[in-house]
T-cell receptor
Framework: GQSLEQPSEVTAVEGAIVQINCTYQ??????LSWYQQHDGGAPTFLSY??LDGLEETGRFSSFLSRSDSYGYLLLQELQMKDSASYFC??????????WGAGTKLIIKP | DSGVTQTPKHLITATGQRVTLRCSPR?????VYWYQQSLDQGLQFLIQ???????AKGNILERFSAQQFPDLHSELNLSSLELGDSALYFC?????????????FGPGTRLTVL
């Protein structure tokens, strides 16, 4: 079957670095996406990895290892506004999408 | 603002009823996706359309149906509503509906079934 796992909650301190992991089990994998969702808001796209390695976009980076079926989102210089839920999502064959249950990031001052 | 619009924002109805949710994609986007998000849960992919044709189907119940019209707007029809159908329903759009497309989400429709 197809499945994604990510931690339900992560706590970090303002200004620090935090890593949110995502492991997946799918067939016909195309790529791994990350989305951010603030409470009551719509998900917004953060990054997409189709190939192994690190993609960097400002304070956010995303990593993929296809051989390990694993990826992570790295957030640096955490700000209070980064408090949100973060979802990993896998695109696999025939355009199907699977989303993780989301990781709630709590940032403390 | 993603450019994707959804109406209505809120909908309150009773069990057994039928409702229609509407979505207009970003200008130029050909693909539309529908998602269900129950309270404090992740997103459940329901269905995807590309240029009027169904492209992918997720965990969509038989009581639910959708379509994409020639002007590319989409409607999600939910019938014989149950209490458990109460959720946020998101529509997203993307340019080509391909595997590398970024999806742009609308603000969602909050459905409450009483």
């Amino acid at each position: 079957g197809q499945s994604l796992e990510q931690p339900s909650e992560v706590t970090a301190v303002e200004g620090a670095i935090v890593q949110i992991n995502c492991t997946y089990q799918t067939s016909g994998f195309y790529g791994l996406s990350w989305y951010q969702q603030h409470d009551g808001g719509a998900p917004t796209f953060l990054s997409y990895n189709a190939l192994d390695g690190l993609e960097e976009t400002g304070r956010f980076s995303s990593f993929l290892s296809r051989s390990d079926s694993y990826g992570y989102l790295l957030l640096q210089e955490l700000q209070m506004k980064d408090s949100a839920s973060y979802f990993c999502a896998v695109t696999y064959s025939n355009y199907q999408l699977i989303w993780g249950a989301g990781t709630k990031l709590i940032i403390k001052p | 603002d993603s450019g994707v619009t959804q109406t209505p924002k809120h909908l309150i109805t009773a069990t057994g009823q039928r409702v229609t949710l509407r979505c207009s994609p970003r200008s130029g986007d050909l693909s539309v996706y529908w998602y269900q998000q129950s309270l404090d849960q992740g997103l459940q992919f329901l269905i995807q359309y590309y240029n009027g044709e169904e492209r992918a189907k997720g965990n969509i119940l038989e009581r639910f149906s959708a379509q994409q019209f020639p002007d590319l707007h989409s409607e999600l029809n939910l019938s014989s509503l149950e209490l458990g159908d109460s959720a946020l329903y998101f529509c997203a759009s993307s340019p080509r509906g391909g595997t590398t497309d970024t999806q742009y989400f609308g603000p969602g429709t909050r459905l409450t079934v009483l």
